[in-house]
């Protein structure tokens, strides 16, 4: 059985049937047998193969980037295989501006949109026109606007209409010329009379100095997503923890970070064998040496209840978990 560790940056040592890489629609399509249990990867940085996976892993690596101007905006078409960060810095180099907030984030640019991901203040659905994709039980293409995408919070219409359903191929872009930079986020603000430029560069330093680099120390980033809760609920907490950070979502909703709940739980730099929260990022967890998916899940378990009994807050995993079958639910 051929070794996912290298597939996967939490590093597991897992192997599963079969590993095929595809560069294309047709490449794919000759990989693809929906009667075996298959499972389909991108750049590995959101999932982590807690055990062997009996069946096949498709590793998407179709590529290709162009680009066309109009009046008001950049339009550019990604393909699903390009590494996110270099997409992102690319932008840069040519002036389309928009997701440099978004530097820096580990995966590929067709996982963006399943997560929906984000970062200081700025989430991708902002800049997704389209998705072009294929349906797994016709092997028909299809195109869907990015309106129709159901985005939520790390969230999708391919987390559940299409959720299993569907192969992103191409991710199309939409970046307005007449931009203005978001840098109300955090270490962000302090910069005076940002460019986008700078904004990338001060999210790479900031990443860098907080996360580990996943090439060195295994891992899959945020661990947990940041919990959006009641804005009574919050109210009733800030009277016991008056350093409680929030973020506004709605009227009547507000975001917690994840990591000050964690931390607050005593985690940061916690250990249990293989397994570690990361000491200045508790929403990491890492592979220190020789970790097993069962110290994983012990580990997130036991911050996930030490949370829910002291904040009656519920974490949710941002990674996908799989195990021998398939996705697993803590």
């Known amino acids: 059985m051929p070794s996912l560790q290298q597939y996967h940056t939490f590093s597991l040592a897992s192997n599963c049937a079969s590993i095929v890489e595809f560069d294309s629609v047709d490449s794919f399509l000759q990989a693809y047998n929906p009667e075996v249990n298959t499972y389909i990867l991108g750049g590995g940085s959101n999932s982590v193969f807690l055990d062997d996976f009996e069946g096949v892993v498709l590793v998407n690596k179709i590529k290709g980037i162009s680009h066309y101007d109009t009046e008001s905006h950049h339009h550019i078409s990604v393909g699903a295989g390009e590494d996110w960060h270099e997409f992102v810095s690319l932008c840069m180099q040519n002036g389309w501006f928009g997701l440099e907030n978004l530097a820096l984030i580990p995966g590929s640019v067709g996982a963006s949109p399943i997560q929906n991901i ?79 430029k700078d904004i990338f560069n001060k999210v790479i330093e900031v990443r860098k100095a907080k996360l580990p680099d996943p090439k060195e120390l295994g891992n899959a980033g945020s661990f947990f ?44 730099g916690k250990a249990l064998n293989g397994v570690r929260c990361h000491p200045t990022q508790p929403l990491v967890l890492t592979n220190i040496g020789n970790a097993q998916g069962n110290d994983l899940i012990a580990l997130a378990k036991e911050i996930m209840n030490s949370v829910e009994s002291e904040f009656k807050i519920t974490l949710e995993p941002e990674v996908r978990l799989v195990g021998r079958e398939g996705l697993i639910q803590l």
């Open 225 to 268: 997503k940041n919990p959006v809760i009641a804005l009574a609920h919050f109210e009733e907490l800030k009277c016991h923890y008056l350093d409680i950070p929030s973020y506004p979502v709605s009227e009547n909703q507000v975001k917690v970070p994840a990591a000050w709940l964690i931390d607050q739980m005593g985690f940061k």
């Open 118 to 196: 984000g970062a200081y203040g700025v989430e991708v659905h902002s800049f997704i026109d389209s998705i072009e994709a294929i349906l797994l039980e016709t092997k028909e293409p299809f195109l869907i606007k990015g309106s129709d995408c159901q985005f939520g919070y790390r969230d999708s219409i391919f987390k559940h209409a299409l959720y299993g359903k569907a192969l992103i191929t191409k991710v199309n872009f939409t970046l307005p010329k007449a931009y203005d930079v978001v840098a109300s986020y955090g270490e962000l603000s302090a910069i005076d009379f940002p460019s986008a």
